[in-house]
């Protein structure tokens, strides 16, 4: 009697373990909030548990670093009806922007509690429910899951609407600041980054020939006009704090016009794209001397009659006219700057104005507390052409990374890594010759000379230009990270220039095998199968175990393991050839043909994705949702070993690994 007990005890035990894998951090609600007799909110609200987040619908553009799938709502099943209208996109309640442990850069999610509400109009008025499909992923600070979640809205339990997003904001800020102590020091610090580099380059505009010049014919203006040393530095301090405001009051009109996520998702466009591409060339070849980009002469000549007024009004008018006579020089750096830090939403465009007008007018203030000091001033000349052709380089640099998301986007793939990289060595060897006085543009003076200065940048130039050449080659080119489409997805070559697929060991040796029907290089080219049933079938033909790989497009911990345990020689060696790696993606979004779709025995709703498909094989069959998951199993698909998670300990992993391929050979 005891045996028995004892034996269902341990059962229940192990069964309560096995359940308890099931991750399920998110509990999602729903409401519909009649607005009108046809109009209704639908309200979806997540709660999220501690240590959980939940990421929102708008993502920044990180470059090619993994980034979580953001929440998407499905609305397929009433979209191919004539039952509902959908009046504009989902909303959702403000959400954190910060650092995330896992992905190790700086995300949109939630903590705790998220709002979503799509406004409908109900054009059926017979309808009585419909059911929304919502996609997303949760991550703590070490895993990460991809339900498939169906909610259904009841059109007949209504109620008045009362939920209101800019309530939301306020008591998210509460939380925030109670939950995340770490959240306001970085966005404080992501703030600081966008005011100093905002700064730098409005320093850069100082030192073009639209603004340097008026630096010392503006202070002695201030300082012989007025009557008393004191009055003139009060005008100039006056002339620097306006130019401040009018550059900041930009800034706040686009932080205005554009909230938090407006602008982000304009910029992650096509249309943004292409407009950013063609203006920055038109503002490369003006700096290089090709035409002069200039407003119409009614705007200057308008401002220059109110900076004839005098007083306040007339200091201000005279600090509008810097402004606007600058305009050919500082509206390519500052437009620029202002809609990077558009991008990012909140005050950014204001702080980014803030730390640019403040560099313009610092040196008006600081001249005009030492007038001594223009004397030290270098004389204006072609040094000043010099830089302005210089900043029309790096914008034609800058202008093809704007065309490189345009094809990343689209999937043109004509700029792939190597040709963007190859645009890029051209333009800054060009750079580096003209530095050298090997090149003339058209409003260059004669050069008998060229100065130390000069040729320092002209050897830094060179030197990066010969940086990237390697990166044709493979290299991965780390110090402009970000810039060059990701090898891994927009490379003609990705394994260098000349070079072919093929095996690549962890030594650097190199073996070369073909490429088996229906099966992918995975990662570090090892041969792997994305779907089950075919992998099945090359195992039984090569009679080698299978590693069954449950891993994700933007799971970080299963991109840890490959590139830092199976990178390993004993275990690269192991995965190369005793084994049959099939790799089941289980955020892969791709739609199954309808007639392999199904209904789920889980949740018993209609599995459409093949990530889908792999998630529940996972669940159905090891009782857990979380990546990565490996498993190995015999040629007839039973385990033959006990399945493992994330395991960074290359020893650890090596004796489990090798443990499966001797139970096999057994």
């Given at each position: 009697?005891?045996?028995?007990?004892?034996?269902f005890?341990?059962?229940?035990?192990?069964?309560?373990?096995?359940?308890?894998?099931?991750l399920?951090?998110?509990?999602w609600?729903?409401?519909?909030?009649?607005l009108?007799?046809?109009e209704?909110n639908l309200?979806?609200?997540?709660?999220?548990?501690?240590?959980?987040?939940l990421?929102?619908?708008h993502?920044?553009?990180?470059?090619?670093?993994?980034?979580?799938?953001?929440?998407?709502f499905?609305?397929d099943?009433?979209?191919?009806?004539?039952?509902?209208?959908l009046i504009g996109d989902v909303?959702?309640?403000?959400?954190?922007?910060?650092y995330?442990?896992?992905?190790?850069?700086?995300?949109?999610y939630?903590?705790?509690e998220?709002?979503?509400?799509q406004?409908?109009?109900?054009l059926?008025p017979?309808?009585?429910t419909?059911s929304?499909e919502i996609?997303?992923?949760?991550?703590?600070?070490?895993r990460?899951?991809y339900?498939?979640?169906?909610?259904?809205?009841?059109f007949?339990n209504?109620?008045?609407?009362?939920?209101?997003?800019?309530?939301?904001?306020d008591?998210?800020t509460q939380?925030t600041s109670?939950s995340?102590?770490?959240?306001?020091e970085t966005?404080s610090k992501?703030?600081?980054s966008?005011?100093?580099?905002?700064?730098?380059?409005?320093?850069l505009?100082l030192l073009?020939p639209?603004?340097?010049?008026?630096?010392?014919m503006?202070v002695?203006?201030?300082?012989k006009?007025?009557?008393?040393r004191?009055s003139?530095i009060k005008?100039?301090?006056?002339?620097?704090?306006?130019?401040i405001?009018?550059?900041?009051?930009?800034?706040?009109?686009?932080s205005?016009?554009f909230?938090s996520?407006?602008?982000?998702?304009?910029?992650?466009?096509?249309?943004?794209n292409?407009?950013?591409?063609?203006a920055?060339?038109?503002?490369?070849?003006?700096f290089?001397?090709?035409?002069?980009?200039?407003?119409?002469n009614?705007w200057?000549?308008k401002?220059?009659?109110g900076a004839?007024?005098?007083?306040?009004?007339?200091?201000?008018?005279?600090a509008?006219?810097l402004a606007?006579?600058?305009f050919s020089?500082?509206f390519?750096?500052?437009?620029t700057?202002?809609l990077?830090a558009?991008t990012?939403?909140?005050?950014?465009?204001?702080?980014?104005?803030?730390g640019?007008s403040?560099?313009?007018?610092l040196p008006?203030?600081l001249?005009?507390?030492?007038?001594s000091?223009?004397?030290?001033l270098?004389?204006s000349?072609?040094?000043?052409?010099t830089v302005?052709?210089v900043?029309?380089?790096l914008?034609?640099?800058?202008a093809?990374k704007?065309?490189?998301?345009?094809?990343?986007v689209?999937?043109?793939?004509?700029l792939?890594?190597?040709v963007?990289?190859?645009?890029?060595?051209?333009?800054?060897?060009?750079?580096?010759?003209?530095?050298?006085?090997?090149i003339?543009?058209?409003?260059d003076s004669?050069?008998?000379?060229i100065?130390?200065?000069?040729?320092?940048?002209a050897l830094?130039?060179?030197?990066f230009?010969?940086?990237?050449?390697?990166?044709?080659?493979?290299?991965?080119?780390?110090?402009?990270s970000?810039f060059?489409p990701?090898?891994s997805t927009?490379?003609?070559s990705?394994?260098?220039?000349g070079?072919?697929?093929?095996?690549?060991?962890?030594s650097?040796?190199?073996?070369?095998k073909?490429?088996?029907?229906?099966a992918?290089?995975g990662?570090?080219?090892?041969?792997?199968?994305?779907?089950y049933?075919?992998?099945?079938?090359?195992?039984k033909?090569?009679?080698?175990?299978?590693m069954?790989?449950f891993?994700?497009?933007?799971c970080?911990?299963?991109?840890k393991?490959?590139?830092?345990?199976?990178?390993?020689?004993?275990?690269?060696?192991?995965l190369?050839?005793e084994?049959?790696l099939?790799?089941?993606?289980v955020?892969d979004?791709k739609?199954?043909?309808e007639s392999?779709q199904?209904?789920s025995?889980i949740?018993g709703n209609?599995i459409?994705?093949?990530?889908?498909?792999?998630?529940?094989?996972?669940?159905?069959?090891?009782n857990?949702n979380a990546?990565?998951?490996?498993?190995?199993q015999n040629?007839?698909?039973?385990?033959?070993?006990?399945?493992?998670?994330?395991?960074?300990?290359?020893?650890e992993?090596?004796d489990?690994?090798?443990?499966g391929?001797?139970?096999?050979?057994?």
């Amino acid at each position: 009697m005891k045996l028995k007990l004892t034996l269902f005890l341990t059962v229940f035990i192990l069964a309560f373990v096995s359940h308890a894998q099931m991750l399920n951090p998110v509990t999602w609600t729903t409401k519909v909030e009649k607005l009108s007799d046809t109009e209704y909110n639908l309200v979806f609200e997540a709660d999220i548990e501690t240590h959980w987040h939940l990421y929102s619908q708008h993502l920044p553009d990180v470059g090619d670093k993994i980034t979580p799938n953001p929440t998407e709502f499905l609305f397929d099943s009433i979209d191919t009806v004539d039952n509902i209208k959908l009046i504009g996109d989902v909303k959702e309640s403000p959400y954190i922007t910060s650092y995330d442990k896992v992905f190790e850069v700086d995300l949109n999610y939630f903590d705790e509690e998220a709002t979503f509400i799509q406004k409908v109009e109900l054009l059926n008025p017979d309808l009585k429910t419909i059911s929304v499909e919502i996609l997303y992923q949760a991550c703590d600070d070490a895993r990460c899951i991809y339900p498939q979640k169906v909610v259904e809205f009841n059109f007949e339990n209504t109620q008045e609407a009362t939920t209101s997003l800019e309530k939301a904001s306020d008591e998210k800020t509460q939380s925030t600041s109670v939950s995340d102590d770490n959240t306001n020091e970085t966005n404080s610090k992501s703030l600081l980054s966008i005011f100093f580099t905002s700064f730098f380059l409005g320093f850069l505009v100082l030192l073009t020939p639209c603004v340097f010049p008026m630096i010392p014919m503006t202070v002695s203006f201030f300082t012989k006009q007025s009557k008393t040393r004191a009055s003139g530095i009060k005008n100039a301090l006056l002339y620097g704090f306006f130019i401040i405001v009018i550059y900041t009051l930009l800034g706040t009109a686009i932080s205005a016009i554009f909230g938090s996520n407006a602008m982000y998702e304009f910029s992650t466009g096509v249309v943004f794209n292409a407009i950013m591409f063609v203006a920055l060339l038109i503002f490369a070849f003006s700096f290089m001397g090709a035409f002069e980009i200039m407003l119409p002469n009614s705007w200057v000549n308008k401002v220059d009659s109110g900076a004839n007024k005098g007083g306040i009004i007339g200091i201000f008018f005279m600090a509008l006219a810097l402004a606007v006579v600058s305009f050919s020089c500082t509206f390519p750096i500052a437009g620029t700057a202002l809609l990077d830090a558009a991008t990012k939403g909140g005050i950014a465009p204001i702080i980014s104005m803030l730390g640019f007008s403040s560099a313009i007018a610092l040196p008006f203030a600081l001249f005009a507390f030492f007038p001594s000091w223009l004397n030290s001033l270098p004389k204006s000349g072609g040094w000043l052409n010099t830089v302005k052709v210089v900043l029309g380089f790096l914008e034609l640099a800058f202008a093809f990374k704007f065309l490189s998301m345009i094809d990343l986007v689209l999937e043109w793939h004509f700029l792939e890594r190597e040709v963007f990289l190859a645009i890029w060595i051209a333009i800054f060897g060009t750079l580096g010759l003209y530095l050298l006085g090997k090149i003339k543009l058209p409003h260059d003076s004669p050069l008998t000379h060229i100065s130390v200065g000069r040729l320092c940048m002209a050897l830094i130039t060179l030197a990066f230009t010969v940086y990237m050449i390697p990166g044709l080659w493979g290299a991965p080119l780390k110090l402009i990270s970000g810039f060059p489409p990701p090898m891994s997805t927009n490379s003609e070559s990705p394994y260098g220039v000349g070079y072919t697929k093929k095996q690549v060991s962890a030594s650097g040796g190199t073996v070369k095998k073909d490429l088996p029907e229906n099966a992918h290089y995975g990662p570090h080219d090892l041969i792997a199968f994305h779907d089950y049933d075919e992998g099945l079938a090359y195992a039984k033909k090569v009679n080698k175990p299978i590693m069954l790989d449950f891993t994700g497009i933007t799971c970080v911990n299963c991109r840890k393991m490959e590139e830092q345990v199976w990178i390993e020689e004993r275990i690269f060696q192991q995965l190369n050839e005793e084994v049959v790696l099939i790799s089941l993606y289980v955020d892969d979004r791709k739609k199954l043909p309808e007639s392999e779709q199904y209904e789920s025995e889980i949740t018993g709703n209609t599995i459409k994705t093949y990530g889908h498909k792999w998630l529940e094989y996972q669940q159905l069959n090891y009782n857990t949702n979380a990546q990565p998951l490996y498993v190995i199993q015999n040629t007839e698909g039973e385990d033959i070993s006990e399945p493992v998670g994330y395991t960074p300990d290359v020893n650890e992993y090596h004796d489990w690994l090798e443990k499966g391929i001797q139970t096999f050979k057994k």
